[in-house]
Nanobody
Framework: QVQLVESGGGLVQPGGSLRLSCAAS????????MGWYRQAPGKQRELVAT???????DYADFVKGRFTISRDNAKNTVYLEMSSLKPEDTAIYYC?????????????????WGQGTQVTVSS
């Protein structure tokens, strides 16, 4: 089993900054990529940013230049540095990980999600 726990969410004013963290734990063999997704009320969950274990990143257009994803492979942790936050960034931010892990004596590949952390951008 793999667990992902997000932290760092909260209330921030427009134009402010916030740093999200997500730590993966469990019987992990390898984490191939980690990412952040978000879901605002009435909207579909959408990709924010992803990063591979090799450091390759991908960003949604709406966060390019404002958000930075990074990863500490030794800690199985992914971060999302958010700046120039806008009210429309308000959402629950979910951590995702593409991992291989040990299960029943086998190595399995799976996609796992955290519980989410609320980010609210408001005055």
């Amino acid at each position: 089993q793999v667990q992902l726990v997000e932290s760092g969410g909260g209330l921030v004013q427009p134009g402010g900054s916030l740093r999200l963290s997500c730590a993966a734990s469990g019987t992990i063999n390898n984490i191939y990529s980690m990412g952040w997704y978000r879901q605002a009320p009435g909207k579909q969950r959408e990709l924010v940013a992803t990063i591979t274990n090799g450091g390759s990143t991908d960003y949604a257009d709406f966060v390019k230049g404002r958000f930075t994803i990074s990863r500490d492979n030794a800690k199985n942790t992914v971060y999302l540095e958010m700046s120039s936050l806008k009210p429309e960034d308000t959402a629950i931010y979910y951590c995702n990980a593409d991992v291989s892990h040990y299960s029943g004596g086998r190595i399995r590949r799976g996609d796992y999600w955290g519980q989410g952390t609320q980010v609210t951008v408001s005055s």
